[in-house]
């Protein structure tokens, strides 16, 4: 970005329709170029399997054609409330997680499937801890470049215990978050 000093008023315009704009302010020309190299290479998207990450997915495959990118398909699968992560597993609950860890699976390769068809820059992921927490891990362990995800995936009593997962992981991941909605804007 250059900056000159022009005769500029404060009443000129940015033009977004050009290649290179100039913003005038102050007695100051601006010159900004677009970002050159937008490069995305992965992106996460942490599904629940509802609508409103149905709508997030159908945003990332959108976003994911244009640049080649793959797409990482994330379930996390959230511990009972009031369960306590520091104790060591009994075999009931063991076998309860891996349940649910199986059946995510299973739901995570339909939804590929239906989503995504023959894809093959797609991977399915599934993680058991706090949704937030393990969303942001695995952006980072994947290095993603985006995470995409839906704004009200969690219906009932979870959303005012839990707190919102978008809310924290928009504040905690280190790579840009697309938040879409569930209603239609």
């Given at each position: 970005m250059a900056i000159d000093s022009t005769d500029a008023t404060e009443h000129d315009f940015l033009d977004l329709r050009s290649e290179v704009s100039e913003v005038h302010a102050r007695g100051f020309r601006v010159?900004?170029?677009?970002?050159?190299?937008?490069?995305?290479?992965?992106?996460?998207?942490?599904?629940?399997?509802?609508?409103?990450s149905n709508r997030a997915l159908d945003y990332a495959v959108g976003l994911a054609q244009?640049?080649?990118?793959?797409?990482?398909l994330l379930h996390v699968v959230e511990p009972?409330?009031?369960t306590n992560q520091?104790?060591?597993?009994?075999?009931?609950?063991?076998a309860a997680y891996q349940r649910s860890f199986n059946a995510a699976q299973e739901r995570l390769a339909r939804l590929r499937e239906r989503h995504l068809g023959a894809r093959t820059s797609v991977e399915t992921l599934v993680r058991i801890g706090r949704s937030p927490s393990e969303i942001v891990d695995t952006a980072k362990a994947l290095g993603a470049d985006l995470i995409v995800l839906g704004t009200h995936g969690s219906t009932g009593s979870r959303i005012s215990l839990l707190g919102g997962t978008a809310e924290k992981v928009v504040r905690q991941a280190n790579c840009p978050v697309l938040t879409v909605r569930c209603w239609e804007h």
């Amino acid at each position: 970005m250059a900056i000159d000093s022009t005769d500029a008023t404060e009443h000129d315009f940015l033009d977004l329709r050009s290649e290179v704009s100039e913003v005038h302010a102050r007695g100051f020309r601006v010159r900004r170029q677009p970002a050159a190299h937008l490069r995305i290479h992965k992106i996460l998207v942490p599904v629940d399997f509802s609508e409103c990450s149905n709508r997030a997915l159908d945003y990332a495959v959108g976003l994911a054609q244009p640049f080649g990118a793959c797409i990482a398909l994330l379930h996390v699968v959230e511990p009972g409330i009031g369960t306590n992560q520091s104790l060591a597993l009994t075999p009931t609950l063991d076998a309860a997680y891996q349940r649910s860890f199986n059946a995510a699976q299973e739901r995570l390769a339909r939804l590929r499937e239906r989503h995504l068809g023959a894809r093959t820059s797609v991977e399915t992921l599934v993680r058991i801890g706090r949704s937030p927490s393990e969303i942001v891990d695995t952006a980072k362990a994947l290095g993603a470049d985006l995470i995409v995800l839906g704004t009200h995936g969690s219906t009932g009593s979870r959303i005012s215990l839990l707190g919102g997962t978008a809310e924290k992981v928009v504040r905690q991941a280190n790579c840009p978050v697309l938040t879409v909605r569930c209603w239609e804007h």
